[in-house]
Structure formats: C-alpha cells, structure tokens
T-cell receptor, first 111, second 116 residues
Framework: DTAVSQTPKYLVTQMGNDKSIKCEQNLGHDTMYWYKQDSKKFLKIMFSYNNKELIINETVPNRFSPKSPDKAHLNLHINSLELGDSAVYFC??????????FGEGSRLTVL | AQSVTQLDSQVPVFEEAPVELRCNYSSSVSVYLFWYVQYPNQGLQLLLKYLSGSTLVESINGFEAEFNKSQTSFHLRKPSVHISDTAEYFCAVSAFRGKNFNKFYFGSGTKLNVKP
C-alpha cells in the first residue's frame, strides 16, 4: 500500500505542450505539497494545500496551477511547457507538526 | 524565514569508516529538524528527526544526529558505513510556529559515496 503515490512516473513532451501530474495520499494527512528537484538535486517548495486550501505559493510561474479536489489529492497542471521545467516533481504530505512523506517522484523531460 | 546549509556537497569514504555529514540552520524561532535519504531514482525517505526532548536522535540503521542549539547544527554521524549507505542525504528544517510553520526548507544535499 503506497502512502503517497504519483502518476505518471515519467513524462517526455515537447515545448509548448500542457501536462498534468496527479498525487494521492492514503495517510489521512491534512497538508500536501509539491516540490521541484532540479538536476543538481536542489529541492524547492512550490505549493502547499491544507485541507483543500492553498497556503503556500512560492513565486512559481502562473503556468503552474495546482488543484486539490479533496484533502487526499493534489494535482499539478503545467501549461506551455518550457525547457527549464525539466525536473523531478515530488508530491509530499504531512500531519500537523510532523515530517514530510514523499512520493516516488515524476520525472518531466521537456524537449 | 529558515535556511539550511550543508557545507559538503560530496563525502567520499571507505566502507566501515566513520562519517559525519554537516548541517547548519538559521532560524529566529524554534525548529524541528530532519534528515532525509534519497537513493537513486527514488523519493526521499525520513532517516531521523528531532522534534523535542533528547538532543541525540537515532535511526534504525545506525545513523545518529545531535541537535546543538548554541551552534545551530544538526550533524549526521555513523560510526561504520556500508556500501548500501551510498545515497544523497538532505537536512531539513521546519519552524515550530509562526507564519512559516508549514514550510519545509531543505539543504542542498550531500552525496555520500561509500567505496569498498
């Protein structure tokens, strides 16, 4: 039983396309996150939702739009993909005051 | 806001040797501290955490870290490493309270390379 699951694991697409990544957690956590990990392994927080409410938006281009239909799901839609969007995107969830639980990551390659 | 500094980007070490991965943080409020490990092509897994209480925390696979408030450090140590410990290690900090309570800040990572 995967605690935090992301789909797809791999995406390869052309510049200018639109893509979505889905995330689901079965841990009963209230808070979910999207992180971007670049080629140098640096982890940057992008968004966070608490019980379907956006609580963190870290100066991410508005081509990135998160959506949380319920507290167990957090999706990420990216419009007009650019080369610099190539990265691994991690979903994570957290119980109040606890640690982050990460998904396996979704590797996005923009050609 | 909080920040985390991992001074060593790479640490090569021979199998069965001891190792220390350094982590320093800055914060104006009390913090929770974490070490995560990332194996190739995988997500991050929690290695150990400091929330409160004893400043020395241990993991099930022999790692330990000590919270030092005066030096704002949370260094990770293992007395004898194995080949299987080869991975990227990330230190992270989260504010105990305040407007940054929900944010996790990560260091830039330290690649531990254990050689036979």
């Amino acid at each position: 039983d995967t605690a935090v699951s992301q789909t797809p694991k791999y995406l390869v697409t052309q510049m200018g396309n639109d893509k979505s990544i889905k995330c689901e957690q079965n841990l009963g956590h209230d808070t979910m996150y999207w992180y971007k990990q670049d080629s140098k392994k640096f982890l940057k927080i992008m968004f966070s939702y608490n019980n379907k409410e956006l609580i963190i938006n870290e100066t991410v281009p508005n081509r990135f739009s998160p959506k949380s239909p319920d507290k167990a799901h957090l999706n990420l839609h990216i419009n007009s993909l650019e080369l610099g969007d190539s990265a691994v995107y991690f979903c994570a969830s957290r119980l109040l005051g606890g640690e982050l639980f990460f998904g396996e990551g979704s590797r996005l390659t923009v050609l | 806001a909080q920040s985390v500094t991992q001074l060593d980007s790479q640490v090569p070490v021979f199998e069965e040797a001891p190792v220390e991965l350094r982590c320093n943080y800055s914060s104006s409020v009390s913090v929770y501290l974490f070490w995560y490990v990332q194996y190739p092509n995988q997500g991050l897994q929690l290695l150990l955490k400091y929330l409160s209480g004893s400043t020395l925390v241990e993991s099930i696979n022999g790692f330990e870290a000590e919270f030092n408030k005066s030096q704002t450090s949370f260094h990770l140590r293992k007395p004898s490493v194995h080949i299987s410990d080869t991975a990227e290690y990330f230190c992270a900090v989260s504010a105990f309270r305040g407007k940054n309570f929900n944010k996790f800040y990560f260091g830039s990572g330290t690649k531990l390379n254990v050689k036979p």
